[in-house]
């Protein structure tokens, strides 16, 4: 067994309320299936949008990252599953990808 | 943990009501960015760590940091509510004005304040039944579309506009001025009539959309009772009206998703609970000088789910508050039920002459159930050719499966009598 990190990007503008409410109960329900299957190894945190990015020798601080929505990470969670192509077919399970985001995949480096 | 299905929905007109009092009218579409960054917090939050043990507080304390933070970073870009304006300025009261607007009465307010703002005189009654659905029942644009059979672009065209016409207006309606929220009361009242009634009768495909437009309705009549002001006589007329009519909701289709005639109808089916309480409140209805639409429309479905049977009706008590009815909101549709309830008592033919004789009965013949009443009398008169020929036409002009399907039985019934 490998880990690997989920990153997961876009955020959402809904419809309706009902829709955001579908959209929470899918990812309750995906989490606990990863649970109990045993591949939820971390369930890491979701990111508020805002923060900071600190950049180069001169330690510049600035707001951000201002990057699309689309691009902007949401959250992450650490997944154990047998290899790359395992971890890939598990993150389709994920109900951002309903919503227009994306799952990237990435294997944690071992020694 | 339990929670209803629809908790989003609800919370959603809890949180543009309160946000929009603080932003000011104006602002409802900041109000409204607000709302959704709060619901996309707890879809991201409550997605990964479950939901909390308090799902609503927990999005009203979300509404209110994000609001704090609009607040303080646009005190200087933005003017907010006229009233609230100078309490926003300042880092030493803003918090505390803040606090006393998100308390569970405050919010009470300014759901009142925004059920009054979204039935504004310059907006068409379509338009305020799709903002007071859009903004207080959380619906989104295709929801509203379905449920009166509008095209998405369109609908959100209508709703779009009547939000420019609520900020444009610059304040929401003030609910403390007795003699303005006299005067704007009717319209409200027919606005959640009218919810209910798409409901009840609507053209809407999807008989989950009608039935939610029913509890939506109730469930603002009850906001409206809950409040003091908006407890008037005609306001519990019209709940008891809905809780009276929304009794017989399961009983008007059958095991398999048919619609039933009231006559054929399986009473044990219908919800007790919600006819005690209708009757209770047609009882603190009475108190008033006048006696309203909903009064003499509350006392007919009091009359029907109150009989244990069809014949135990009082039919002659339904014709004369039908006659009552006629006096203070005529309609074709109301003297079509007036002869229905008279062919009750004086047999079938008499019914016939007296649908014969309804002003402007043209009117009536995109309704199916004109055309249908027709065939149930005719059927009656054992007449069963002109019957078949007044159910065809009922078919054609139904607005719904389950309509057309029942009105098909029947037509199908007539023909088991005739040759053709």
Redesign the interface.
């Known amino acids: 067994m490998s880990e690997f990190t989920f990153l997961f990007r876009g955020?959402?503008?809904?419809?309706?309320?009902?829709?955001?409410?579908k959209?929470?109960q899918?990812?309750?329900a995906w989490?606990k299936e990863l649970g109990a299957a045993g591949h939820l190894k971390d369930?890491?945190?979701?990111l508020e949008a805002r923060g900071k990015v600190v950049r180069g020798s001169q330690k510049l601080v600035t707001d951000g990252p201002y990057a699309e929505a689309k691009d902007v990470v949401?959250?992450y969670i650490i997944v154990e599953a047998r290899d790359l192509a395992h971890a890939a077919e598990l993150s389709k399970g994920c109900?951002i990808l309903g919503v227009g985001g994306s799952v990237e995949i990435r294997p944690i480096q071992t020694l | 943990m339990e929670v209803s299905e629809h908790l989003f929905r609800h919370e959603w007109g809890r949180l543009v009501a309160a946000l929009t009092r603080i932003f000011g009218a104006h602002n409802l579409a900041l109000a409204e960015d607000v709302a959704q960054e709060a619901f996309c917090r707890a879809v991201e939050v409550w997605g990964y760590r479950g939901m909390p043990s308090n799902p609503q507080a927990w999005l009203m304390m979300t509404a209110k940091n994000c609001a704090l933070d609009v607040l303080r970073r646009e005190r200087t870009a933005r003017t907010f509510g006229p009233e609230l304006h100078r309490y926003m300025l300042s880092e030493w009261t803003v918090t505390p004005m803040v606090e006393t607007l998100f308390t569970e009465e405050a919010v009470k307010d300014d759901l009142l304040r925004m059920m009054f703002s979204c039935c504004e005189r310059q907006l068409t009654e379509e338009s305020q039944l799709a903002l007071i659905l859009n903004i207080l029942c959380g619906f989104g644009v295709d929801e509203i579309a379905a449920a009166f059979l509008g095209g998405h672009a369109g609908t959100e065209k209508r709703i779009t506009r009547a939000k420019h016409t609520l900020s444009e207006a610059g304040r929401s309606f003030n609910v403390e001025s007795h003699a303005d929220f006299a005067a704007r009361l009717p319209t409200v009242l027919r606005a959640l009539y009218l919810i209910f009634n798409e409901g009840y009768h609507g053209a809407s495909k999807k008989a989950v959309i009608r039935t939610e437009l029913c509890r939506e309705a109730m469930r603002l009549a009850a906001m409206l009772l809950d409040h003091p002001a908006g407890a008037t006589p005609e306001a519990y007329a019209l709940s008891a009206l809905m809780c009276l009519n929304a009794a017989r909701l399961r009983g008007r289709v059958d095991a398999l998703g048919e619609l039933q005639t009231l006559e054929n109808q399986d009473r044990s089916s219908w919800d007790q609970a919600l006819i005690a309480e209708g009757l209770g409140l047609l009882g603190r209805s009475a108190s008033g000088a006048s006696v309203s639409q909903y009064h003499i429309e509350a006392a007919i479905a009091a009359c029907h789910t109150t009989a244990s049977d069809p014949a135990e009706t009082d039919w002659s008590k339904v014709v004369q508050l039908y006659d009552a009815l006629t006096s203070i909101a005529s309609s074709p549709v109301v003297s079509l039920n007036r002869a229905i309830a008279i062919a009750q008592v004086e047999g079938a033919e008499r019914g016939l002459a007296e649908i014969a004789a309804i002003t402007n009965r043209e009117r009536l013949a995109a309704y199916p159930f004109y055309h249908a009443a027709m065939g149930e009398l005719e059927f009656r008169c054992k007449r069963h050719v002109e019957a078949r020929q007044h159910f065809r036409a009922a078919v054609s002009v139904a607005r719904n499966p389950a309509e057309k399907g029942f009105l098909e039985r029947r037509e199908r019934a007539c023909g088991e009598f005739t040759q053709g």
């Open positions: 955020r959402k503008h809904f419809d309706s309320p009902d829709e955001a409410q959209n929470m899918q990812w309750m989490f369930p890491g945190h979701p949401g959250g109900p």
